[in-house]
């Protein structure tokens, strides 16, 4: 992995700027990790991608994760602290040969049906998400989009030696191909089991770092225009040369202003 400068971080957000959540993970990560084709990162699990975003937000801005969530029963305002490590399932998982382009490809043999898949990726997110106008998050139950991000990932249909169509399936099959994508893939779903302080309600909530990770770096691009815009101001240097400076250095000088 590649640390990003300040100035190739802006960069960056500016390029993901009028993007889909999708894209703006899949251009941080080909920054990030010029080393993997692109092609590649497309082609990734979501929990292969969502690790590597992961390793790219520990190098960005640290381990600590600050979460918030508004209990649906009462509406009491949650805030609490996580470390990444804590949802990094298996760090092993991301480690894999991720250079060459390689298909990762499984079996499944249940009622009558042999199946031959591949776990979804981004490219399989975003074209179910462009058909039906939904969110990532949303494709969990057994819907028409979720009908269609299995047909993607299958790549054979056998019933007793021979081939059949995806629309035979009976569902039953689907829910247990659905369950094995699950089980295969688990760092593509986060979830947090929440208790309301206030009225003791239970419920869960997704954690998704593609969209954590871009609300921080929209963040943090904002601070960093205004920082550069108050220096330039007051100093008369160039963005590049703001850019260049250390945090510590942009900070003092910051600070000198107001003295
Ligand atoms: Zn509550």
């Given at each position: 992995?590649?640390?990003?400068?300040?100035?190739?971080?802006?960069?960056?957000?500016?390029?993901?700027?009028?993007?889909p959540?999708?894209r703006?993970?899949?251009?941080?990560?080909?920054?990030?990790?010029?080393?993997?084709?692109?092609?590649?990162?497309?082609?990734?699990?979501?929990?292969?991608?969502?690790?590597?975003?992961?390793?790219?937000?520990?190098?960005?801005?640290?381990?600590?994760?600050?979460?918030?969530?508004?209990?649906?029963?009462?509406?009491?305002?949650?805030?609490?602290q996580?470390?990444?490590?804590d949802?990094?399932?298996?760090?092993?998982?991301?480690?894999?040969?991720?250079?060459?382009?390689?298909?990762?490809?499984?079996d499944?043999?249940?009622g009558?049906?042999?199946?031959?898949?591949?776990?979804p990726?981004?490219?399989?997110?975003?074209?179910?998400?462009?058909?039906?106008?939904?969110?990532?998050?949303?494709l969990?139950?057994?819907?028409?989009?979720?009908?269609?991000?299995?047909?993607?990932?299958?790549?054979?249909?056998?019933?007793?030696?021979?081939?059949?169509?995806?629309?035979?399936?009976?569902?039953?099959?689907?829910?247990?191909?659905?369950?094995?994508?699950?089980?295969?893939?688990?760092?593509?779903?986060?979830?947090?089991?929440?208790?309301?302080?206030?009225?003791?309600?239970?419920?869960?909530?997704?954690?998704?770092i593609?969209?954590?990770?871009?609300?921080?770096?929209?963040?943090?691009?904002?601070?960093?225009?205004?920082?550069?815009?108050?220096?330039?101001?007051?100093?008369?240097?160039?963005?590049?040369?703001?850019?260049r400076?250390?945090?510590?250095?942009?900070?003092?000088?910051?600070?000198?202003?107001?003295?």
């Amino acid at each position: 992995m590649k640390v990003l400068s300040a100035d190739e971080l802006l960069t960056v957000w500016e390029q993901g700027l009028n993007q889909p959540l999708l894209r703006r993970a899949l251009i941080l990560l080909a920054a990030a990790f010029p080393e993997i084709p692109p092609d590649n990162l497309a082609q990734m699990s979501i929990g292969q991608r969502d690790g590597l975003l992961m390793q790219l937000r520990e190098c960005l801005f640290g381990q600590a994760l600050l979460n918030t969530a508004v209990c649906p029963e009462c509406a009491e305002r949650l805030e609490w602290q996580n470390l990444l490590s804590d949802f990094l399932l298996s760090p092993d998982q991301t480690k894999a040969p991720l250079h060459k382009a390689q298909l990762h490809e499984f079996d499944l043999d249940t009622g009558g049906y042999q199946l031959l898949f591949r776990l979804p990726n981004s490219l399989d997110i975003a074209a179910v998400i462009n058909s039906h106008h939904l969110q990532e998050q949303q494709l969990h139950q057994l819907q028409p989009q979720q009908r269609q991000l299995l047909s993607r990932c299958l790549l054979k249909i056998e019933q007793e030696g021979n081939g059949c169509d995806f629309e035979e399936l009976p569902d039953a099959v689907l829910q247990t191909l659905s369950a094995r994508l699950e089980a295969l893939d688990p760092q593509a779903d986060i979830r947090l089991n929440l208790t309301c302080p206030e009225c003791a309600h239970e419920w869960t909530v997704l954690f998704d770092i593609a969209s954590f990770l871009w609300t921080e770096v929209n963040d943090w691009s904002e601070r960093m225009l205004q920082t550069v815009y108050q220096l330039a101001a007051a100093y008369g240097w160039s963005e590049q040369e703001i850019l260049r400076l250390s945090p510590v250095r942009r900070q003092l000088y910051l600070g000198l202003m107001g003295a």
